[in-house]
Structure formats: C-alpha cells, structure tokens
C-alpha cells in the first residue's frame, strides 16, 4: 500500500496576510483560493516543485493560529535559499550548518515554524531534485 502526503493545515489568523506572505515572500504557487460558504474558505498554496500543499483558510482547523512548528522542506542550497527569502522580506535565520544537513528556519506572521534544510556539508541531494 501506497500513501502520499498531500496536505498540511496551517492555523492563521488572517487568511489574506498569510496567503501574501506564502506566495509574495517566500514563493509558494496559489493553487486554490475558494470559499464554500460562510466560515469556510480553502486556500492551498504549494511549494515550488513539492507534491505536497499546505492549506490555510476559515473553518480548516481546530489548531490555534501560530501553533503548526516544525514544518520543513529540503532546498537544494540552504545558503541559497535564506538569502533568496531574506532578499523577499523573510526573516530567515543564518544557516545552521549540521552532520545531517544545512538549516535555515522562518516564521510566518503567526508564528507557526518552518526549518528548509539543505543536504550535509559536502554532500547533494540533485536526486531530490529530479524531474
């Protein structure tokens, strides 16, 4: 049996602010944006080339809004990609550089965490990367 992970909420308090800040700053896609009824409107944003989405919305969760920490995806370059989210207006982090990989860590403006990291010192991750 297969299984895929499509689709992760992010509690927020301001669907519209958050939604600039994923696609204007830190380069997620707006796939969707629609609202089914009163209280409840989806909104999924993807990360460029991930297969999995992120949805923020009204009436998606029961998580407070800033409480979804230790979201992550891997980058190609974590030195490359703090300072490409720095230059949007991130506050990124400086890289952590690890063993196991190269860190760089952000916030969206409620608080809920993410961390993109980057493959060992010396190391590539071009597999993660194919097409």
Same mark, same amino acid.
């Given at each position: 049996m297969q299984m895929k992970l499509e689709l992760v909420p992010v509690p927020v308090t301001d669907v519209d602010r958050a939604k600039a800040f994923y696609v204007e700053k830190v380069g997620f896609n707006a796939d969707y944006d629609h609202s089914v009824r009163p209280g409840l409107r989806f909104v999924q944003l993807t990360p460029p080339g991930s297969a999995c989405s992120i949805v923020i919305g009204d009436g998606i969760t029961d998580m407070a809004p800033g409480t979804q920490?230790?979201?992550?995806?891997?980058?190609? %370059?974590? =030195?490359?990609?703090? %300072?490409?989210?720095?230059?949007?207006?991130? %506050?990124?982090?400086?890289? %952590?550089?690890?063993?196991?990989?190269?860190?760089? =860590?952000?916030?969206d403006p409620d608080g809920n965490t993410w961390a993109l990291q980057g493959p060992p010192p010396g190391q590539s991750w071009d597999h993660k990367f194919a097409s």
């Open positions: 920490h230790g979201l992550q995806m891997v980058v190609a %370059d974590a =030195t490359a990609a703090g %300072d490409e989210l720095r230059s949007r207006g991130v %506050d990124a982090s400086e890289v %952590d550089v690890q063993q196991w990989g190269s860190f760089v =860590t952000f916030a």
